[in-house]
Nanobody, 117 residues
């Protein structure tokens, strides 16, 4: 089992920055792929960014060039640096981890990011 706890969500003006953090605890072999997803009101949850234990990253097209995902394997932490925020980035952001693609997902409780115009 894995527990994920996010922090860092806030209200910010358009063009501003935020850094989300997620602390993972539990079975290390399950904390392989780590990532961030988001869900806006009335929309499906979508992938924002993912990072492997080896540091390979993948981003949604909508955040490329603005968001950066990173992780600290020693601390089982994953971060999302969000710059040049837009109102359309407003959503609940969820930390996620899994052993591999297609394996069981583990989710945090979510942290609210609100970007005002």
């Amino acid at each position: 089992q894995v527990q994920l706890v996010e922090s860092g969500g806030d209200l910010v003006q358009a063009g501003g920055s935020l850094r989300l953090s997620c602390a993972a605890s539990g079975s290390s072999f399950l904390i392989n792929l780590m990532g961030w997803y988001r869900q806006a009101p009335g929309k499906q949850r979508e992938l924002v960014a993912v990072i492997t234990r080896g540091g390979i990253t993948n981003y949604a097209d909508s955040v490329k060039g603005r968001f950066t995902i990173s992780r600290d394997n020693a601390k089982n932490m994953v971060y999302l640096q969000m710059n040049s925020l837009k109102p359309e980035d407003t959503a609940v952001y969820y930390c996620n981890c899994k052993r591999a693609w297609g394996a069981n997902d583990y989710w945090g409780q979510g942290t609210q990011v609100t970007v005002s115009s």
